[in-house]
């Protein structure tokens, strides 16, 4: 019996590889130039990323998980991480690495926005980069977010062992 080239796994990997990866490079883009919209002068665009990266590591230290040191790091990486993991998951070159590490970033967001949450923290997410108010909406559509990387995830794996669809059947 031969498989289709379209079932449910294939269409869930390429849901979340185009779900994740554009919210991945928006999400990246967002904190690096969203913040300040006034970027009329190229001049100005230099001082405005560096601005919003220090705004950005406020944000990242007013979950008081980890240093200022620390959370200056995570400002000055997680954007360019963040584009550089959406491209590749989109154009889907070496799918199970990619999937894998964002399923590892999601929960890992998951996790500190249910914490703060839990512990009524009244601070800003952080996430898509512009002040957003940490909710039980963020927690939802973070938990909603893991579970598409997730079955993402997982079914790359299941459709790496598989033979694929148009490749030529075996002569036996």
Not at 4 to 13: E, F, K, Q, T
Not at 84 to 113: D, E, S
Not at 154 to 162: N, S, T, Y
Request: proline share 5%; aromatic share 10%; net charge positive.
């Amino acid at each position: 019996m031969e498989s289709s080239p379209l079932n449910l796994r294939r269409a869930i990997i390429w849901i979340g590889r185009l779900v994740l990866g554009g919210i991945f490079v928006y999400v990246g883009f967002s904190k690096l130039l969203m913040p300040n919209t006034h970027l009329w002068p190229m001049f100005v665009l230099k001082f405005s990323i560096s601005m919003n990266i220090s705004s950005f590591a406020q944000q990242v230290e007013s979950y008081k998980l980890i240093s200022p040191q620390a959370s200056q790091v995570v400002a000055h990486t997680l954007p360019f991480v963040e584009i550089l993991l959406g491209l590749l998951l989109l154009i889907g070159w070496r799918l199970r690495i990619w999937a894998t590490a964002i399923t590892a970033i999601m929960v890992g967001f998951l996790a500190v926005v249910t914490r703060a949450y839990l512990l009524h923290m009244d601070i800003n997410c952080g996430c898509f980069g512009t002040p957003e108010k940490l909710t039980g909406m963020t927690v939802v559509r973070d938990g909603a977010l893991a579970v598409l990387a997730l079955l993402m995830t997982v079914f790359a794996f299941l459709e790496a062992r598989q033979p694929h669809p148009w490749a030529a059947p075996e002569k036996a």
